[in-house]
């Protein structure tokens, strides 16, 4: 398992604050509400740092969490074994997840861009790869593209519970 270092991802304290309120009111949602989904209308409003502060906030309050960047088409790092790797079958699960610096908190990064995003996360690996960190973590924060742009959010957000 690859560790990441988080260099200090907080912010000043009306935004810690701020995340706290929705780390509090996502918790109020029940203890039924595990695989959230998080989109936007277009690229660039902020989707992804939110994501990734409440997905920290959470692990903060003791919570274990995993962060999965399921944006395909716009992948981050492209040396890291990520999503599209086990989507396509080129790793097992446990070789795409990076473990943080930050106790209970684990990423999964995007991976290389594929050429069949939506199928990849339309297909059943997919359905069971949620199923199975469902039972693992508190919680899994799924970052997915915008919605206004392409489908990829809509088949995401079939298998979380909510979005």
Request: glycine content about 4%.
């Amino acid at each position: 398992m690859i560790k990441v270092k988080l260099s200090n991802w907080k912010s000043d304290h009306q935004m810690d604050e701020a995340y706290k309120a929705l780390r509090t009111n996502i918790q109020f949602c029940g203890a039924d509400k595990k695989v959230i989904a998080f989109t936007s209308c277009t690229p660039n409003e902020g989707k992804s740092s939110v994501t990734f502060n409440l997905a920290a906030s959470l692990a903060e309050s003791g919570k274990s969490v995993l962060l999965i960047d399921a944006d395909l088409r716009k992948s981050v790092d492209q040396e890291v074994m990520g999503l599209a790797h086990y989507l396509s079958k080129q790793a097992k699960l446990s070789d795409v997840i990076c473990a943080t610096t930050l106790p209970k908190f684990h990423i999964i990064f995007s991976g290389i861009v594929p050429p069949n995003p939506a199928e990849l996360l339309g297909n059943r690996l997919f359905k069971d790869m949620i199923r199975v960190v469902r039972d693992v973590y508190d919680y899994v924060i799924v970052d997915t593209p915008p919605l206004g742009l392409i489908i990829d959010s809509a088949i995401i957000a079939d298998s979380c519970d909510g979005s």
